[in-house]
């Protein structure tokens, strides 16, 4: 059974840079051939595909957000971050790492297992 854990800060001040950990167990995030992404959903609005990265470390974005995110890993840790800079309020949103097998990481009905998710606030 895979899980994902989130962790991370809930409040963040705008301008800055929100970091965000998935940690997975129960699987490598180096299997061939999974996706792991992020995806966020604004209070009252729906899921929102941020980015992935896949098994062999090559990482996809969604074109709105790719100036000011940024998706890595720590194999070692079987560990995969999120990193959105100069954030605003309109970033507030709960936050889910997901997984998702071949590159159908834009279909979020393909997601097999998601964190619980996190909440994070920008705000001064």
């Given amino acids: 059974q895979v899980q994902l854990q989130e962790s991370g800060p809930g409040l963040v001040k705008p301008s800055q840079t929100l970091s965000l950990t998935c940690t997975v167990s129960g699987g490598s995030i180096t299997t061939n051939y999974y996706y792991w992404s992020w995806i966020r959903q604004p209070p009252g609005k729906g899921l929102e595909w941020m980015g992935a990265i896949a098994y062999s ?68």
């Fill in 57 to 124: 470390g090559s990482t996809y974005y969604s074109p709105s957000l790719k100036s000011r995110t940024s998706i890595s890993r720590d194999t070692s840790k079987n560990q995969f971050t999120l990193q959105l800079s100069s954030v605003t309020p309109e970033d507030t949103a709960v936050y889910y790492c997901a997984r998702v097998y071949s590159g159908s990481y834009y279909y979020l009905d393909e997601y097999d297992y998601w964190g619980q998710g996190t909440q994070v606030t920008v705000s001064s």
